[in-house]
């Protein structure tokens, strides 16, 4: 399957902690973007990292991507009960045709 | 600014029974358009995008049909629903290429009994 997957499945973590989520792929990528989604609710764009770039950040989230293992990962730092959502990572690749693969997603719970 | 609408925002529907969902784009001109469907606690599957008016690429064979009548209108049908097609339905539209970043409507939560 071009569909990569995220690591781990599901993660629970105390308020102030870290999460870590990591996303790996099969085939080349021109970019890879992560996404959140709360409960019921449609998906929102966090970032967008190319394939040219190793690392970006965004308030207190950071990704990472490193193409030679085909992966990437998202870094919250600081977590908030408000964190608590499913995130996605998908990736862009122009090479088959415009295809946008979704992954299958991390659970992140954050206690309070 | 762009903002998407999606409606109905749940639906409970017999099998054998029709569907129509829409997504509006306001905003924004020629977006590309997307239809998603993700079963539950699962990723999300493309349906069905669409490059113009008219213009309409099935990603998988199944029981749904899309259209798009006007540039910023895309809509989700079926003639007869299956079981299978229960789900979260999500539309989402980009600026142009489908690797672009894409922008999602609230979803609809489909029930077929």
């Known amino acids: 399957s071009q569909q990569g997957e995220e690591d781990p499945q599901a993660l629970s973590i105390q308020e102030g902690e870290n999460a870590t989520m990591n996303c790996s792929y099969k085939?080349?990528?021109?970019?890879l973007q992560w996404y959140r989604q709360n409960s019921g609710r449609g998906l929102v764009h966090l970032i967008l990292?190319?394939?040219?770039?190793r690392e970006k950040h965004s308030g207190r989230l950071r990704v990472t991507l490193d193409t030679s293992k085909k992966s990437s990962s998202l870094l919250i730092t600081a977590s908030r009960a408000a964190d608590t959502a499913s995130y996605f990572c998908?990736?862009?690749?122009?090479?088959?045709?415009?295809?946008?693969?979704f992954g299958t997603g991390t659970s992140l719970t954050v206690i309070p | 600014s762009q903002t998407i609408h999606q409606w109905p925002a749940t639906l409970v529907q017999p099998v054998g029974s029709p569907l129509s969902l829409e997504c509006t784009v306001e905003g924004t001109s020629n977006p590309n358009l997307y239809w998603y469907r993700q079963a539950a606690g699962r990723g999300l599957q493309l349906l069905f995008y669409?490059?113009?008016?008219?213009?309409i690429s099935s990603e998988v064979p199944q029981n749904l049909s899309a259209s798009r009548p006007q540039d910023r209108q895309f809509i989700l049908s079926s003639k007869k629903l299956l079981l299978s097609d229960s789900g979260f339905y999500l539309c989402?539209?980009?600026?142009?290429?489908?690797?672009?970043?894409?922008?999602f409507g609230p979803g609809t939560r489909l029930t077929v009994l």
């Open positions: 998908a990736k862009g690749d122009k090479n088959t045709g415009n295809q946008f693969y």
């Open positions: 085939t080349s990528i021109n970019n």
């Open positions: 989402a539209w980009s600026v142009s290429e489908m690797t672009d970043t894409q922008y």
């Open positions: 990292i190319r394939s040219n770039e």
């Open positions: 669409s490059v113009g008016i008219g213009q």
